[in-house]
């Protein structure tokens, strides 16, 4: 295990690419690829990274030379053969051969594609674009570069002991949390922490913690790299960007209203009807399950990924009862800015109605609030999210107002297509 201490003093971790692998990625941005690469591979995407904490200022804390020194170490990288052996000859959820020689072979000679990059108003503007299967790969490498030259540039006027005292603290504030998720009954939950990490290593021992604390109530982690050198699980399925980028291609409103449920019968054909898990959130969970088609009500479960959970879980457990579904057969993932707290009070709540598990992210891999002065360390919301897809502005609406994306005209369009009404604002974190 590393002294994460010591090599942030001696090396300022420079001899730390903060992204080793194209496999340090989440497990579901590899099954989307695969999908959009047999549906979708001519697409035209621009992806853009939006702080959404406007008071963090990037550009005024993070060098922009060591910030296009890692992107550029980003391009550089291609997956190794032991990592091109991982996934084509490991199983995943029950199944061997996820990923289709098709698509191994194009990944295995895949580099990533430029990037661009600005400064404008404290903040750095970076995007990209191209084909989507090839830009939206860096979503999870360019916001864990962010989010790691933020630690740094926080960390690095820090002497020996203030190191050793504050990753001290943050271990015992992890251990303690998870002396408290021991007793939680019945509790699945895997790590979710790769995109707003406070860095790699930290990020591996949090891991690590997770299995020798929780023992099998640790279901995996979504970051392919440390599952591969771990022995674990690789978790995670699909995100908002199958139909945001698919609702930008439909011509007509009609095909915007049918474009979330085109998502998913590609995803049921691309994966034979394994990893059925919806996620009915992007525009508006309530609609979507108004007017989803029958056969989808027969899947696995959902995931919960904005608004109030507990409210989005009973309107779930009604529509699958008026669907003839038994609730307490379907999944429910919970996903959105959890912590010890929130994991407690859901369990509690839905402990034999609905199957339970946990996607647990920022404030496991990155919870250094009130550790060093003016809270410098403490976690944002920094995304990288699809903006346009064939010259299209992409919209997301969300069960929260506050995480709605899109120009004014669009969104607008988009609440009266979805027939999304007053929603209820809450405070992103991160």
């Known amino acids: 295990m590393a002294d994460i201490a010591s090599r942030v003093y001696n090396h300022n971790w420079k001899i730390d690419p903060i992204v080793r692998s194209l496999l340090d990625t989440d497990f579901y941005k590899l099954l989307m690829c695969q999908s ?70 194009w990944f295995e000679n895949l580099r990533l594609p430029p990037y661009h990059l600005e400064k404008r108003d404290g903040q ?22 962010l989010m790691e030259l933020r630690s740094r540039a926080v960390l690095k006027e820090m002497r020996r002991f203030e190191l050793q005292v ?9 251990w303690e949390k998870l002396e408290r998720l021991r007793q939680v009954p019945g509790l699945k939950l895997a790590d979710f922490g790769t995109r707003r990490r406070h860095g790699f290593l930290w990020q591996d021992w949090c891991v690590q913690a997770l299995g ?16 591969m050198r771990r022995d674990l699980e690789a978790v995670g399925t699909n995100a908002h960007e199958l139909p945001m980028v698919y609702s930008a291609l439909a011509e007509t409103d009609a095909q ?18 394994n990893l059925r898990i919806i996620l009915p959130d ?44 038994d609730p307490t057969r379907k999944l429910v993932i919970f996903s959105d800015g959890l912590d010890v707290e929130k994991i407690e009070e859901l369990s509690r709540r839905f402990h034999g109605r609905v199957r339970v598990s946990f996607g647990w992210g920022t404030m496991l891999t990155n919870d250094f609030r009130g550790l060093v002065p003016g809270d410098a360390l403490a976690p944002f919301s920094l995304v990288c999210k699809a903006v ?24 607008a369009r988009y609440k ?15």
């Open 36 to 105: 959009i690469f047999r549906n979708k591979p001519d697409t035209t995407v621009v992806f853009s990274l939006i702080n959404r904490t406007k008071s963090v200022r990037l550009a005024e804390l993070v060098d922009e030379g060591e910030l296009r020194e890692q992107l550029d170490h980003v391009r550089s990288l291609s997956l190794r053969r032991g990592e091109s052996t991982w996934l084509r000859g490991n199983t995943f959820y029950g199944k061997r051969q996820m990923f289709r020689p098709d698509f191994m072979e």
């Open 124 to 145: 750095y503007e970076l995007t990209f674009e191209g084909k989507w299967p090839e830009v939206m790969l860096w979503e999870i490498p360019a916001l864990a570069v």
């Open 166 to 174: 504050l990753y001290a603290r943050a271990m015992a504030r992890v």
């Open 212 to 227: 020798e604390g929780l023992g099998d109530k640790f279901t995996g982690t979504s970051n392919c790299l440390i599952a």
């Open 256 to 273: 915007l209203a049918q474009a979330p449920y085109q998502v998913l019968a590609d995803w049921h054909e691309e994966h034979d009807g």
């Open 282 to 325: 992007t525009y508006g969970t309530e609609g979507f399950l108004k007017r989803a088609p029958d056969w989808l009500a027969s899947w696995t479960g959902i995931r919960i990924d904005s608004g109030d959970p507990a409210a989005a879980t009973e309107n779930a457990i009604r529509w699958w009862k008026d669907r003839g579904e």
């Open 388 to 411: 346009s897809a064939n010259g299209r502005p992409t919209v997301k609406l969300s069960d929260n107002p506050n995480k709605a994306m899109g120009p004014a005209e669009e969104v």
């Open 416 to 430: 009266r297509v979805f027939g999304v009404g007053a929603q209820v604002a809450e405070e992103v974190l991160v």
